[in-house]
């Protein structure tokens, strides 16, 4: 897709520089066996200048998520483009550990590290969803879901302060208290 077709896919959203190109974008995705929906951000322009969704019905098992990732993917122009960055959130189950306690990454399984909080978030994404998204999109960061939220903490919490935090979703909840 040229930088001209790229401006028409996006001239709904707002003004786009005639200068957009592939390179100055990073796509972050977020998948979950109800939802898959991304937006693309512009470096150039510090803004979000693009908002995708798919909304999932009758995904009952990893094949069928890859099956549907497969053919988003085959059909949506935007997720084909070579973005400066990738980052990939799943969502599943995860364990909270203190910062002492840290895994490294491996095949099967993600650690990742939560500096501000001394926590490391641990979770295990199935390994045929983890491979489908390894050949989709070269080179993405594959990160749990509920770090964006983790990660934007320090800027409520205050020293000897005790908050709940709650993340409700459509078939789960996460509680923490600090």
């Not at 693309?40 to 693009?50: A, D, G, K, P, R």
């Not at 099967?108 to 001394?118: A, E, M, N, T």
């Not at 993405?140 to 409520?156: G, R, T």
């Amino acid at each position: 897709m040229v930088s001209a077709q790229i401006k028409n896919a996006f001239i709904s959203i707002g003004e786009v520089h005639s200068t957009l190109l592939p390179a100055s974008l990073v796509l972050k995705v977020g998948i979950s066996t109800q939802h898959i929906r991304y937006f693309v951000q512009s470096t150039l322009h510090n803004q979000i200048i693009f908002f995708g969704e798919y909304t999932l019905h009758h995904v009952e098992s990893t094949g069928d998520l890859c099956q549907r990732l497969d053919k988003i993917f085959a059909k949506d122009d935007i997720l084909q483009l070579p973005f400066s960055k990738t980052c990939i959130g799943l969502d599943g189950p995860y364990s909270l550990l203190p910062g002492s306690l840290s895994f490294p990454s491996n095949a099967l399984g993600f650690s990742q590290s939560i500096k501000h909080l001394d926590i490391n978030l641990v979770f295990e994404p199935d390994v045929d969803i983890v491979r489908k998204l390894r050949s989709l999109f070269e080179a993405a960061d594959i990160v749990h879901i509920s770090s964006s939220l983790l990660n934007c903490f320090p800027a409520f919490i205050e020293k000897e302060q005790q908050k709940l935090f709650a993340n409700i979703g459509q078939n789960h909840f996460d509680i923490i208290m600090f």
